[in-house]
């Protein structure tokens, strides 16, 4: 008969999650998963196989979970498609100003592999590029919207403007990493706005 587990695996991933998110894929030893989840090693190697494995399940995660809260955001059809983007701008800039470590924010964890790993990484290659194609699937159909509420009066195609968004949204994360504050990030979200909306 298998023993079962005496731990949470869900919080264990998500005490992982934060802390690749916090030092990056390199820079996390064992040890320090150790210390985050609260697991011994064979304990982490019995149940995530490797580092490079948990690393993989931890990016799904955090994808699963940001991702979802902010389409749910863009997917409100209670309000404009311009306020849908404003309130989704609110969100990220929101979250850079929490997750603050010495005056800079931690970013996103999508982005900061992108940087780290994506190049030799294809397993979380694949990830973020199925992450980015849902994003950008569904910020187009909201610009779509905005043409027909009349909230968005940019006559640029609609799929650049979805990367546009994105992009912007990304600058906004690594400028936060180098220690911009909620003013500045905000004004970038009003450029991108006007963007969208004159």
């Keep these: 008969m298998a023993r079962p587990r005496m731990f949470d695996e869900e919080r264990a991933l998500d005490a992982a999650m934060h802390t690749f998110w916090e030092k990056g894929y390199e820079a996390t030893s064992t040890q320090d998963l150790c210390e985050a989840t609260g697991l011994g090693r064979s304990s982490i190697y019995n149940t995530f196989k490797s580092k490079h494995d948990l690393f993989h399940r931890a990016l799904a995660h955090y994808i699963d979970t940001m991702t979802t809260a902010q389409l749910a955001v863009l997917e409100d059809t209670r309000h404009s498609a311009a306020d849908r983007i404003r309130a989704l701008f609110a969100m990220v800039i929101d979250g850079e100003t929490e997750h603050r470590a010495g005056g800079r924010s931690l970013g996103c964890l999508t982005v900061n592999t992108t940087v780290e790993l994506a190049a030799r990484d294809g397993q979380a290659a694949g990830m973020l590029e199925r992450d980015t194609a849902r994003r950008l699937t569904v910020l187009r159909a909201v610009i779509e919207e905005g043409r027909r509420d009349g909230s968005i009066a940019s006559r640029r195609d609609a ?23 909620r003013t500045a990030l905000e004004s970038i979200a009003e450029v991108t706005l006007d963007a969208l909306t004159h």
């Design 159 to 181: 799929g650049a403007l979805a990367r546009f968004i994105n992009a912007a949204i990304g600058g906004m994360r690594i400028s936060s990493q180098g220690g911009a504050d």
